[in-house]
Each structure stands twice: as C-alpha cells, then as structure tokens.
C-alpha cells in the first residue's frame, strides 16, 4: 500500500472542491498565478500534533487559502475579492475548521498589483504506511 | 542514569470494544486516590485509608459518523448498560500498564462554530479498582 501523503491526501482535495470557484486554483504556490486565484498554502504552525500514541502519526494541519483578484479599481476589486471569498466559503469541505479572513492587503504578484485575502482553515491527516 | 521524560505521545489506549480511541484521543489522565481519614490523637495526628477511590479524564475529537465510533459505542454502552464496568487499558509509557474498569457516561454533542467538536469526559473508576503491571 502506497504511503499517503498530506498533498494528495489533503492539499489536493482541498484543492479539488475549490475548482468549482471563478478563479484559477493551486495546491500549492505556483511561479506565476493568473488571476483570480485561489492558492492553499502552509500556516503557522503548520502541523500540530494533538492526539496521544504514537504509534500512527495524527496531525492537526494548518493551512491558509489565499485568494486574490485583478487590483485595477478599488471598490471594484474589493468586490470582486469579497465575491469569491464567499465562493470559497463555500465549498470547503466537511472536516475543515474555518478561521478569520484576514483583511485584504495588495500584494505584487510578478509584474502586476493583486487584492489578496486568507482565510485560515484547519483539519487532521492519518498518515498511513 | 539518564533523565527520562514520557510524554502523552508514550501513552497507548484501548477499552473494550476495539474503537480506535488513539486516533482521537488528545489527553488521558487515570488518576486514583486514597480518602484518608486524620484523627487529632494525644499522640499527634494518626491516619486511616478508608477507601480508595479512581476517575479517569478523556479528551477527545468528537467521531460521531465515524464506522467505528468511540461516541456512538459509548453512547450505546450508556445507554443500554450504565452499570455494566467497560475495561480500559493505558500504558503510560512502555513497561508501565494499567487496567481498571469505568462506568460508561454519555458524551457530549455538538460544539462551537469555529472549532473541532470536542467530548470530554470523568469516567468513575468502578471501586477504585486498578490493576498494575510494572515492568
């Protein structure tokens, strides 16, 4: 039996059910993500180990879904932002702790201005083998 | 010697019915007390044990709709047998074991928006009665 892994076991999934948003989705940080995007990265901490035993590692991982649309006109991408935060929402699957959406801040993506937001989200992994 | 340091990752956990309780338990504390009488003698205090008492602490991820489900299984126990003792095993560490009967007790359900649903629970420990095994 394959060993499981926490991108094909959870960041890919995650990633999977976010497909359906109006945005370009990555499990992980690409070099250069089209606009609108959703990206599933690492929080800090990352892993948590909560259980007792170990004999099975059970880990609390903590990840940020970073959303980001076009920054071409304020109000315009505020709610463009807002739209797909939303969106997201959404489709998080069951099994996930949905934390603050921290306030949106405009960050250089390569050449451009992106309006980017994160929600913080939270769920446990088994590792098997 | 060495300093030895356990910790909750050292600490393996069963009851019978074979739920898989490692996998969701965050903390398990077995704890047994003597009740002990003080008598203010000419002599001074003098003691007596006159019973001997246990409760075990259980913190966990809720599992209800989980095959298998430690809430659903102690529910049910609860539920259809509230006197009937459940046998629980804790190794506290390699070469450190303990066995001792509970009373089931129904856990909670549901919880807060922005967490993991979470039971915790103080079992009684039948009579206080606690098996050791030291290695």
Request: proline share 5%; net charge negative; hydrophobic share 40%.
């Amino acid at each position: 039996m394959t060993a499981s892994t926490i991108l094909s076991s959870v960041r890919q999934p995650l990633a999977t059910a976010l497909t359906g948003v109006l945005g370009n989705v990555y499990a992980y940080v690409p070099e250069a993500p089209m606009v609108p995007f959703v990206v599933t990265v690492p929080d800090a901490p990352y892993l948590d180990l909560e259980t007792i035993n170990k004999s099975t590692l059970h880990l609390k991982i903590n990840l940020i879904i970073t959303v980001a649309v076009a920054y071409n006109s304020n109000p315009a991408s505020l709610d463009n932002l807002e739209q797909l935060i939303i969106s997201v929402l959404k489709v998080i699957p069951a099994g996930y702790t949905i934390g603050a959406v921290e306030r949106p801040t405009v960050t250089q993506v390569g050449p451009s201005n992106v309006l980017a937001a994160d929600i913080r989200v939270s769920t446990y992994y088994t590792q098997t083998n | 010697m060495a300093t030895v340091v356990i910790t909750g990752r050292d600490i393996s956990l069963s009851f019978t019915g074979g739920t898989d309780i490692e996998a969701q338990a965050t903390s398990a504390v077995l704890t047994k007390t003597n009740l002990r009488e003080t008598y203010q003698t000419l002599d001074g205090e003098a003691y007596k044990t006159t019973n001997i008492e246990g409760t075990f602490e259980l913190s966990m991820l809720a599992d209800w709709g989980k095959a298998n489900s430690v809430c659903e299984a102690l529910w049910i126990a609860a539920e259809s047998a509230p006197d009937t003792d459940i046998s629980v095993t804790l190794t506290a560490a390699t070469g450190a074991q303990f066995v001792f009967p509970i009373m089931p007790e129904f856990p909670t359900a549901g919880g807060a928006g922005t967490d993991a649903q979470t039971v915790d629970f103080t079992f009684k420990v039948s009579k206080g009665v606690v098996s050791d095994t030291f290695s």
